[in-house]
């Protein structure tokens, strides 16, 4: 693969998804695009051998296959997981605040957000609008403002003169998100009507109700003196999705191949269409027909999921294991923890290195510092829901959960490679 081309694709791809829901649905479009087709999970499903299919679920989760053409009871699947969700900032059901002459939108943290990076950034706003249309139906539409409508400014360090030594950030008082001037309080809902129509979807009576969220609209791009970094947001976990989706349009149609990216990793999993819910298994079920086939198959098949790894820091290296230290552009990392916060064993993690080898890539490791708490993937979820091996890995990111990550130039395009193999076994 062309490293360039690649990583071209994938900031265009970053800058198109601000949300899951457009993340979800930029990734069916390339699947339909390479000839995939669309299932309906209300519908009986007619599969045929060698051909590839996806379906949706709440327009925020994919699941993706490729039917092989020997028997899946025999052969297993080779599955690859990641998330279309990251940590941002949600406007809340009724966010209107008016203070001082000021238009200004209350929001709720979603995940794990570092949220000081997201002070004194040019603001989107994008997600889902569910409305009822002129002719009395119930339709939904997605939104993307595709410029800065919102700020969150920082306050004066005349006022705050302790603000380099002790600045928190309260989420309740300190991020609601500047909007406009205004003599009064304006009607949302008139004005996400009025943003629809700016987009062309002009048979909305009335808006309903949203999940709408706020994203900082500077764009990726290639940084570094050399231009070996690569700064976006949503790195964690759109990284991921974009990789896992070029290998599976690399793979043998005669292979059983999955990528799953499902939404909610970011708080938890818990839901129809999170890593905890039943999209992944019901769609496999339903490929291996009885339940005798479906357990021969998941006891044949491995899983990797790709989640970006921590890159040692060269300003806080001593927040790693002195052993354990991912460079950017040194390739993937395979995540281990002895507490099964990720899933990785001795098996798969040998067979990703042995794959790494084979393709000519650079393979890490990574390890919590044994003082400090592990984070967790879909792994170890999915692992646990379907009885599948699985193995932990991802590419290494500073600044991870952040309003702008990075990563290394070389890195994705050569896990893509890793995983377009691993398809192929």
Not at 70 to 75: K, L, R, T
Not at 345 to 365: D, I, K
């Amino acid at each position: 693969m062309d490293k360039h081309a690649f990583n071209d694709k994938l900031i265009a791809f970053l800058d198109a998804s601000p949300t899951p829901f457009h993340a979800s649905a930029n990734m069916a479009e390339a699947l339909r695009e390479a000839g995939f087709i669309e299932l309906d999970e209300r519908q009986d499903w007619a599969l045929e051998a060698g051909k590839g299919y996806f379906c949706l679920r709440n327009g925020s989760s994919v699941v993706a296959f490729r039917v092989g053409k020997s028997d899946v009871a025999e052969s297993g699947w080779h599955m690859v997981g990641a998330h279309t969700d990251s940590p941002c900032l949600k406007v809340k059901p009724n966010p209107v605040l008016h203070r001082k002459g000021y238009f200004q939108l209350g929001v709720e943290v979603y995940g794990g957000a570092l949220l000081n990076p997201w002070i004194d950034r040019d603001l989107g706003l994008a997600g889902r609008v569910s409305y009822r249309s002129s002719n009395g139906s119930l339709r939904s539409a997605l939104l993307n403002t595709d410029r800065a409508i919102g700020i969150v400014p920082s306050l004066a360090i005349h006022l705050d003169r302790e603000a380099n030594n002790n600045r928190t950030v309260n989420p309740q008082t300190d991020l609601p998100v500047l909007i406009s001037q205004a003599e009064s309080a304006p009607d949302f809902k008139a004005l996400l009507k009025n943003l629809l129509a700016e987009q062309g979807c002009d048979d909305v009576e009335a808006v309903l109700d949203y999940e709408l969220s706020f994203y900082d609209v500077q764009g990726a791009a290639r940084v570094g003196l050399n231009r070996e970094f690569i700064a976006s947001a949503r790195l964690d976990n759109l990284l991921s999705c974009f990789i896992g989706l070029q290998a599976l349009l690399l793979a043998p149609a005669d292979k059983h191949s999955v990528l799953v990216c499902n939404d909610h990793e970011e708080v938890g999993s818990m839901s129809s269409s999170g890593a905890q819910g039943p999209m992944l298994e019901s769609t496999l079920r339903r490929i291996a027909g009885d339940e005798s086939r479906w357990q021969r198959a998941i006891a044949h098949s491995t899983m990797i999921s790709a989640d970006n790894a921590h890159g040692i820091h060269p300003n806080f290296s001593d927040r790693h294991d002195a052993n354990h230290g991912p460079l950017l552009n040194q390739g993937a990392v395979i995540k281990i923890n002895v507490n099964q916060r990720y899933a990785t064993n001795s098996e798969t993690s040998a067979m990703f290195r042995h794959l790494c080898e084979q393709q000519g890539q650079p393979v890490q490791s990574f390890v919590v510092r044994s003082d400090m708490a592990c984070g967790s993937t879909i792994g170890p979820i999915t692992a646990s829901a379907i009885g599948v091996a699985t193995l932990d890995i991802g590419v290494p990111t500073f600044a991870m959960h952040s309003i702008r990550e990075l990563a290394g130039s070389d890195d994705a395009v050569g896990l893509s490679q890793v995983l377009a193999a691993f398809y192929s076994r």
